[in-house]
């Protein structure tokens, strides 16, 4: 039995009148790949916000190794573990991209605002060690040489995995990312998936992953999560996944499964 | 084509004649033809300017429009380009010998404009005539422009011919060239020159204030004051990017702590000068602090209201009556001892040594900050708050702690200048100083240290140094302020990160590696292929 970072029980999120995540339960087992699928709306987004301390969900409860994320600040969970990227890019746009990395590390950094004024021995060596640390973490994501360059001025493919970098530099345990592949063509595409499993095999970061590129979900993914209208339909491997006739239908509408049976045949 | 370049040139010359009508008919012909006349030591007002002044003035804006004209024509032969500044010239000549020609009817009728326009004299017109008879003073306008624009013309042509070429190249390249050859040395050789160009500052920085006199004293001190308090706000809002409009209060509040503490009416405290810097700077650090607490939650365009209002009461609150028997009320607080330095009173000298003492230690505060872990959770915040917090910044924290900072740096320069001065009231600390401040960086640009000093040069030295021609101090203003906005959105400085020294790894996962990698295991089969 493995152990789970991140348990989402009952969690729901209701906006106005719109239930949006609607007693959702997610159970992610450490240092695994895990895909949260679903049609346009299905309020995945939601539930990442749930877990990063975005929104503060109406019932249920997000456990984070054990421990309630209820009434933490979003800060607060950062320095526990957690680390995310956006589905539009947010990158601190006019800092150069060690700067966003350098960002990421904030939390970990102990160096005050004395000991910078004061130029201490703490100061340069965290300075120092810090960089190092940064300029190692553009160059696993694929951005060597590229440390003083303005984030803003960069191509998209290289801002979505800065974004990446950015989140590795605070050291997390769990990595959100909302739809990492998005806009990129196939080449980038690929890297990308070899990048996310290196981030599991080598440094055994969990990762929980929305995305609606089928390739890389099925072929990356330990677990899935399907959700439709705010509710969980499914959940399972890739293989339970794409046998299960109501994620079938959610993708493909009423009689979706009999069609997709037939056209299967077919093939 | 010929009919457009010769039309393009009558049209520039009409709009620098409307320019020179303008000017004229608010006297700023007057008043840059005294500035000029200054140089060379001879009197010029602005009710009877200097005949000598005035043609200088013409002379510079038929200069600038030959030029302009000429420059516009760029592919045309050298003889077209001066035939367009020559038209060029003789347009905006026509206009400014009409304009002059009615002064010379008015003149003639005995008729005094000066009921509609305040700037026009007769003493005044006289002197636009140039003090010549009848038609020889139009004649006389119309020629000065006509002959500027053509040597203009020729000037530019002229740099343009060949046989300059060598010459032009050289100066173009001269501040290029001189960096390279300054960058050329080897290490140690730059670092002996580094320590020599310090060395010269620092003896320019020592012998300067005893050498120029109290008024320059006074108006750089001015300026130390300021650039002191752009830095301050420059923590608040170009770094941790919130926009505090009421910054003038802290700058209040370090001043009244000085002057309070210092001053034989109302308190007669008499604490002595440092301890009452000290306790100004916390005081107003404290400040900052209990006006950050319920800021927190406010961002943009609320926070600006917030502390707009903030400004106001202090200000309201040091007018009022309730606070007369403290703080002194409108009439203020007089006859503010200063530091003494063995046994003497601070005089200007000391002040400016005092001053420039302060402006380094503010650099050098916010040099170390903008670099440090603090300063980059700064800029996240200012970049975007939601995403830093994510991240793990505690921005409420890195919020209050650029609040208190900022407001520490206007609590030094208000105790400062409070002794300087030896008297703060409440007409120092108007809602005007606080949008100055701002100005001041937003001219400069944002965020930066040599912008900071250039804003406070153009928006405090400046004007001081105008004060003469005070009417045209907020128009000056004014049209700099549209200028830089067209011209220059980012500030004359703009912000640049800095480039830091990256060290290099070893084994880089290039982008080949990755791909091969993802190789490893193609998806098995695909449920909506």
């Keep these: 039995m493995t152990e789970n970072i991140i348990e989402c029980r009952e969690v729901t999120k209701i906006f106005g009148g719109l239930t949006a995540v609607n007693k959702v339960d997610v159970f992610v087992p450490k240092s695994s790949i895990f895909s949260i699928i679903g049609p346009n709306g299905a309020g995945k987004t939601t539930l990442f916000n749930c877990i990063s301390g975005f929104y503060t969900p109406e019932h249920g409860e997000v456990y984070f190794e054990g421990e309630p994320l209820r009434g933490k600040t979003t800060d607060a969970i950062a320095s526990m573990g957690i680390s995310r990227t956006y589905q539009n890019i947010r990158l601190f746009s006019n800092l150069t991209t060690i700067e966003n990395v350098l960002v990421g590390q904030h939390h970990r950094l102990r160096e005050t605002w004395v000991d910078a004024i004061l130029n201490t021995r703490r100061y340069q060596t965290e300075e120092k060690a810090s960089i190092q640390e940064g300029v190692r973490w553009l160059n696993f994501v694929g951005l060597q040489g590229l440390g003083n360059t303005p984030a803003r001025s960069m191509p998209y493919g290289a801002q979505r995995r800065l974004e990446i970098a950015r989140a590795l530099g ?67 491997t890739p293989k339970e996944i794409q046998a299960n006739p109501r994620v079938i239908e959610a993708y493909l509408g009423p009689g979706g499964a009999a069609l997709a049976k037939k056209y299967s045949r077919n093939k | 084509m010929k009919k457009t370049y010769l039309r393009q040139s009558f049209d520039t010359g009409i709009i620098f004649g409307i320019v020179h009508i303008f000017c004229v008919l608010i006297a700023f012909n007057a008043m840059l033809g005294s500035l000029l006349a200054k140089i060379v030591n001879v009197t010029s007002s ?68 000066r009921d509609y326009l305040t700037n026009l004299s007769l003493p005044f017109m006289q002197a636009c005539l140039y003090s010549l008879p009848g038609l020889l003073g139009i004649l006389a306008n119309f020629f000065t422009f006509l002959i500027s624009a053509f040597v ?74 300021y650039v002191i308090m752009g830095l301050g706000l420059n923590i608040i809002v170009g770094l941790s990017g919130q926009l505090v409009l009421g910054y003038i209060a802290f700058f209040a509040i370090g001043a009244y702590t000085m002057a309070l503490l210092n001053a034989p009416i109302p308190h007669n405290l008499m604490w002595g000068f440092w301890p009452a810097l000290v306790l100004a700077i916390l005081l107003a650090a404290l400040a900052g602090f209990l006006l950050g607490l319920p800021l927190m939650r406010l961002r943009g365009d609320y926070l600006a209201i917030v502390t707009l209002g903030f400004g106001e009461i202090i ?179 703009p912000s640049q990160r800095p480039t830091l020294e990256l060290p290099e790894e070893t084994p880089p996962a290039t982008s080949s590696t990755l791909t091969d990698a993802a190789k490893i295991k193609p998806p098995e089969e695909n449920p909506h292929d």
Aim: proline share 3%; net charge positive.
């Design chain 2, 152 to 225: 203009g013309g020729l000037l530019v042509v002229g740099w343009n011919l060949h046989g300059f070429a060598s010459i032009r190249h050289q100066i173009n390249n001269a501040p290029k060239n001189w960096i390279a050859k300054l960058r050329s040395g080897s290490a140690k050789k730059q670092l002996i020159q580094k320590y020599v160009f310090y060395a010269l500052l620092f003896v320019l920085i020592a012998i300067l204030p005893l050498e120029w006199g109290s008024y320059w004293n006074y108006v750089i001190g001015t300026v130390g004051l």
């Design chain 2, 315 to 493: 200000r309201i609150l040091l007018n009022s009556d309730l606070l007369t028997s403290f703080s002194g009320g409108p009439r203020g607080v007089q006859g503010i001892h200063g530091p003494t330095i063995f046994g003497q009173v601070f005089s200007d000298v000391n002040y400016m040594y005092l001053i420039i003492l302060a402006v380094a230690l503010a650099m050098y505060v916010y040099n170390r900050l903008q670099h440090s872990r603090t300063g980059r959770a700064w800029l996240a915040i200012r970049e975007d708050e939601t995403v830093a917090r994510a991240t793990g910044v505690n921005t409420n924290k890195y919020k209050l702690l650029a609040l208190v900072i900022g407001a520490g740096f206007a609590g030094l320069a208000g105790a400062i200048s409070a002794a300087m001065n030896q008297f703060i009231g409440p007409g120092d600390q108007s809602l005007m100083a606080s949008i100055n401040v701002l100005c001041e960086i937003i001219v400069g640009g944002m965020g930066n240290i040599p912008g900071t000093l250039l804003g406070a040069f153009a928006l405090k030295g400046l004007p001081e140094l105008l004060r003469e021609v005070e009417n045209f101090r907020m128009l000056a203003f004014g049209a700099l302020l549209v200028a830089m906005m067209i011209l220059r959105p980012e500030g004359l400085i």
């Design chain 2, 46 to 113: 602005l009710t009877s300017p200097a005949v000598g002044a005035l043609i200088a003035y013409a002379v510079i804006l038929g200069l600038w429009a030959g030029i302009a004209s000429a420059l516009r024509q760029r592919e045309l032969s050298d003889g077209k380009r001066l035939l367009a500044s020559l038209v060029t010239g003789s347009s905006s000549g026509l206009l400014a010998a009409v304009l002059v020609g009615i002064f010379q009817l008015m003149l003639i009728l005995n008729i005094n404009p």
């Design chain 1, 170 to 236: 605070s050291n997390p345990k769990l990595l959100l990312l909302d739809e990492p592949t998005a806009g990129m063509n196939p080449q980038e595409t690929l890297e990308m998936t070899a990048l996310i499993r290196r981030l599991r095999d080598e440094f055994g970061i969990t990762i929980i992953l929305i995305e609606h590129d089928m390739h890389v979900v099925m072929g990356i993914s330990d677990h899935i999560a399907v959700l439709d209208f705010g509710l969980k339909i499914a959940d399972g």
